[in-house]
Nanobody, 127 residues
């Protein structure tokens, strides 16, 4: 089955850390730029971070997460990760992984534009 599967979400206290994983099955993630987006209740979907096709490629971060989140990829494992440190209550959201052959589409587009879109993983930051 061709899909993206996110994991690693959960409940964490403010200041804590989580590492999200996005694994591809049925296709090679090497050919795709990959990004993380999030959506909190009552808020618009927000792009959090994205990375071009290569492990050492260009990365983008939303201002709200710069210095706290790090996106990385391991093409040998067909996976992309989001390391989230110093988590805040406002980081609470469902986090989605997305992939597209074109970085610009991933960076500027929306769900209907992407080649692949995961089901999401819930991150809750609360004391």
């Amino acid at each position: 089955q061709v899909q993206l599967v996110e994991s690693g979400g959960g409940l964490v206290q403010p200041g804590g850390s989580l590492r999200l994983s996005c694994e591809a099955s049925g296709f090679s993630l090497d050919d795709y730029a990959v990004g993380w987006l999030r959506q909190a209740p009552g808020k618009e979907r927000e792009q959090v971070a994205c990375i071009t096709h290569h492990e050492g490629g260009t990365r983008y971060y939303a201002d709200s997460v710069k210095g706290r989140f790090t996106i990385s990829r391991d093409n040998t494992k067909n996976a992309v990760y989001l390391q989230m440190n110093d988590l805040r209550p406002e980081d609470t959201a469902v986090y989605y992984c997305a992939a597209d052959t074109t970085y610009t589409t991933l960076r500027l587009g929306s769900q209907e534009d992407f080649d692949y879109w995961g089901q999401g993983t819930q991150v809750t930051v609360s004391s």
